[in-house]
């Protein structure tokens, strides 16, 4: 039987945890107390969240989770948390429960608020070594086969001053405490991050003695951590520590070797720092996703762009000559096979930027020419003055109001005496004073006092 109790806060993220239907194969939501909406998990923690504010109570909420080996009945789940409340004097507090299947093994979590209706926090220190007294009283009493923890000797003492002997020399028959403490392969961290990056911490020490061995030196050791994409910074807790490609921090211990031993191996190494070395893998990481990036939307119009066709009546000299000269002057026939296109070399950047600019400035060109068209729609060429006598006949005796002088544009024409004959024409201006100043004019300068005509005129 697996017991764990933390106590923490963060309502809404351990509500999305409990919550998960993608990790589960099935969710339910159990038995709850004292919870206005009980169906709702967010709600009933968010609810416990609200009430820890009035108390100033940071880790308000005290987590429980029963994995059992085997299953267990609807008695003996009530026994089990009647077992964990009186363990840690929970009773009466309100809870709401949650029910999981994984993997094929059916385990519940409560959520527990650790204050009472007096608002004060119920105390859960030394929870380590009494959730394994916890599993073995469980255990003892299901009939389940004896877990061996990390504080078997603690717990065999404890249960004695209980009072429980019975379970305490069951232990000691199946020699609980004479079993090397267990280490835990991947840790809780390791696996958290585990389930975040997608990198698997086993694969991660593989790689780590991988290097090691393949190495005599320290220079040797850091190279080959780099090919395996790792480098080798050093920790601030730590002496050295792993960053991956994502900037992700993994332990840099190795199982059976010492860490005086890497000290010694590594000593002397130039090693950035663990912030140098995310910010040098996020570099490497933009440099090879430009790499493998496709080329941009905004590019998509330019180079799916294909130049209109123009209609014309007789092709250039210079291109029907050209066209003779690859064809041979022979027009193939209609059922003639098509010939094999050539294969299509990949282009390379600068290509790819010369098509992409060559496309730009036709686009550009196209546009000209339709701003240039005349008022009938067709476009007038300045090399065929022609084509404006067409136009003013087309129109009928009438005197157009401009003249076509160009393409597309024109120049209003001069009325003659008669037609200007009555027209309105703005009244002549009055005379003005002799000696009034004029607009344009130049002021002369004032002539000073005391001096002749002839001395101002020297």
């Not at 709850?32 to 940071?58: K, T, Y």
């Not at 002496?239 to 005086?260: I, N």
């Not at 998509?300 to 029907?320: A, M, V």
Request: glycine share 10%.
């Amino acid at each position: 039987m697996i017991v764990k109790l933390t106590q923490r806060a963060g309502a809404k993220a351990l509500a999305d945890h409990l919550t998960n239907a993608q990790d589960n194969e099935r969710v339910e939501i159990g038995s709850a107390a004292g919870i206005a909406r009980p169906g709702d998990v967010h709600a009933a923690l968010g609810e416990m969240e609200a009430i820890s504010r009035g108390f100033r109570c940071r880790n308000h909420m005290a987590h429980v989770m029963l994995n059992p080996e085997k299953p267990l009945s609807p008695e003996q789940w009530l026994k089990a948390w009647e077992m964990v409340e009186k363990e840690y004097g929970l009773n009466g507090h309100r809870h709401i429960e949650v029910c999981h299947e994984k993997e094929g093994r059916f385990h519940v979590h409560r959520v527990y608020d650790r204050l009472d209706d007096h608002g004060k926090a119920v105390q859960l220190s030394f929870s380590h070594m009494r959730n394994e007294k916890l599993g073995r009283l469980m255990e003892y009493e299901f009939g389940h086969d004896l877990t061996t923890g990390k504080h078997n000797r603690a717990v065999i003492g404890q249960l004695r001053k209980e009072g429980r002997g019975e379970v305490a020399d069951w232990m000691e028959h199946g020699k609980a405490h004479e079993t090397a403490r267990p280490v835990a392969e991947v840790q809780h961290g390791e696996h958290q991050q585990e389930k975040r990056t997608g990198i698997a911490a086993r694969r991660v020490k593989a790689d780590l003695a991988d290097a090691w061995q393949r190495s005599d030196t320290g220079q040797g050791f850091e190279a080959a951590l780099a090919d395996k994409g790792y480098l080798l910074a050093r920790g601030d807790r730590r002496a050295f520590v792993l960053v991956d490609e994502l900037g992700e921090v993994h332990s840099a211990k190795l199982k059976g070797v010492k860490s005086a031993d890497i000290q010694k191996r590594c000593e002397g190494l130039p090693l950035p720092s663990v912030e140098e070395a995310r910010s040098f893998q996020e570099e490497r990481q933009k440099l090879a996703a430009e790499r493998a990036e496709p080329e941009r939307p905004a590019m998509e119009e330019l180079e799916s762009y294909q130049e209109p066709t123009r209609e014309r009546d007789e092709p250039d000299d210079e291109e029907s000559g050209s066209e003779e000269g690859e064809a041979g002057g022979a027009i193939p026939p209609a059922n003639a096979p098509e010939k094999p296109e050539p294969p299509i070399r990949p282009l390379n950047h600068i290509e790819r930027a010369l098509g992409i600019i060559q496309r730009a400035v036709t686009m550009l060109r196209d546009t000209i020419s339709r701003l240039g068209k005349g008022r009938g729609g067709e476009e007038i060429p300045e090399h065929m003055p022609e084509v404006q006598h067409e136009h003013q006949s087309e129109r009928g005796s009438e005197k157009p109001d401009r003249q076509i002088i160009g393409r597309g544009a024109y120049k209003p024409q001069q009325k003659s005496k008669e037609q200007t004959k009555g027209a309105y024409r703005p009244a002549p201006a009055p005379p003005q004073k002799s000696g009034a100043y004029k607009l344009g004019q130049e002021t002369p300068a004032p002539k000073p006092k005391g001096l002749e005509k002839d001395d101002f005129e020297r």
